[in-house]
Each structure stands twice: as C-alpha cells, then as structure tokens.
C-alpha cells in the first residue's frame, strides 16, 4: 500500500511539473493525510497540490477535433513488406533546423515469410550493438539511436547525418562481425544496469548475426539498398 500512495504521489507531481499553472487542480486532504501518515516523506517532498484527474479536460481533443485531423499512414506502414526482403535501407530523413536525422531500416528477416527473431536474442543484439556504436571511433558521436522494431524482423538505426544505405555498409559489417563474434558477459545484462536482464541470448544473437552478414550485408546490391516500389 506504501508503494502505490508513493507511486501515485510521484506520478501527481511529475504531471504538476509540467502543469503548473493548470486550473484543474484541487487540494486532496485525503490523500494529502495518507502520505504523511507513512512518515516517509520530509517537508521538501510535502504535497502541494494534487490534480482531480492526470489529464485536464481543457488538454483533450474533443471529437468533433479529432475528427478534424484525421490519422496519416506513417512512413514506415507504406512500405510494401510483400517484397521487402532483409537489407539495409533509408526509413526516413528528418530535418531539424540545419541537421539531418537519417534513420535506417536494417532488415535482418524476410517479413511475413520467415520466422520473427525471438525476445532474447533481439534484446542481446540491442546490448552488443548500442554498445559497439557508443565506442565507435568514427560513429560515436553520431549515433542517436539504435534499438528493435517491434515486428522484430529487424532494427532501426539513427545517426546524425544526411546518408544513403551504401554509406554504411562498411559500418554494419564491423557491427554484426563484433555481434557474431562476441563471447562473456554481455554489456548491461546485470539487474542494476538493466530492466530485463535475463531475457538475454548470445548464443542465438552470434548465429542471426553471422546469418545477416553470410546472406546479406557480405554481398549486398541495389536491391537490397533502395526499398521495393
């Protein structure tokens, strides 16, 4: 019961955060007197003001709004993944102010024919490849993001900067060789450093690696850089 009041307590003042000057606030003496009861709150974590409901009305579209601004296919949902097969491609470039956010799809399995590749080892790839591309020599202060798609055929890369596929070619065969060949611990996989540490799988993320890099990346063309019409 402890947890929860604290829970919800830092939940309220994380919104308050952002809200301060909402008008739909109201002081809860209720919930107010449950906290101070634990005696686990000094008067620097005193509550101030709770909200009467995490979403002000006045923040929520109505319907009427809504339907104003109808949903758009997001980019990622027009590609055509009857033909996709794995390779490397461009997902998309954003443009923020003068820079370039390029974010590339690494497709490692054909979608919808192949078997998705399975929690643990997709987990494992995510630790070994953050951490390659986190000390990478070149590519470490561009790398924005690296992390699993949630169809799991694959993952998405973004680095700070305008490219094309071809341009990391290079790049991906250094990350995948050092995925395929690496043995220990993996990097993260401790209970303090990670939320999920034991759905972890080397074994399986050294053969889907070595897969990609025999059946893809060692002798990818055109066809496998540049999405299918």
Avoid: W
Avoid at 69 to 80: E, G, N, R, V, W
Avoid at 129 to 142: S, V
Avoid at 173 to 196: H, Q, W
Wanted: proline share 6%.
């Amino acid at each position: 019961m402890l947890s929860l009041l604290l829970y919800h307590y830092d939940c309220l003042l994380f919104y308050h955060s952002f809200c301060p000057d909402s008008t739909n606030f109201c002081f809860s003496h209720a919930f107010q007197n449950a906290i101070l009861k634990t005696g686990c709150l000094d008067q620097n974590r005193k509550p101030q003001y709770v909200p009467s409901r995490l979403i002000p009305t006045s923040k929520i579209l109505k319907k009427t709004e809504r339907e104003v601004f109808p949903l758009k296919k997001i980019a990622s949902f027009t590609i055509d993944h009857i033909k996709l097969q794995p390779g490397i491609y461009v997902s998309r470039k954003d443009h923020i102010g003068a820079d370039t956010i390029t974010t590339f799809d690494l497709r490692m399995t054909s979608p919808n024919e192949e078997p998705v590749m399975n929690t643990a080892e997709l987990h494992t790839i995510e630790h070994l490849g953050a951490t390659f591309l986190r000390n990478h020599p070149i590519f470490a202060d561009k790398t924005v993001y690296f992390g699993p798609m949630g169809c799991r055929t694959g993952f998405y890369l973004l680095l700070a900067g305008d490219y094309e596929s071809k341009d990391i070619v290079g790049l991906m065969i250094e990350m995948f060789e050092f995925i395929r060949d690496f043995k220990g611990d993996v990097p993260g996989a401790s209970p303090k450093d990670c939320g999920n540490y034991l759905d972890m799988n080397l074994g399986m993320a050294n053969y889907l690696a070595n897969r990609y890099l025999e059946n893809t990346l060692y002798h990818i063309d055109e066809k496998h850089l540049v999405y299918p019409e």
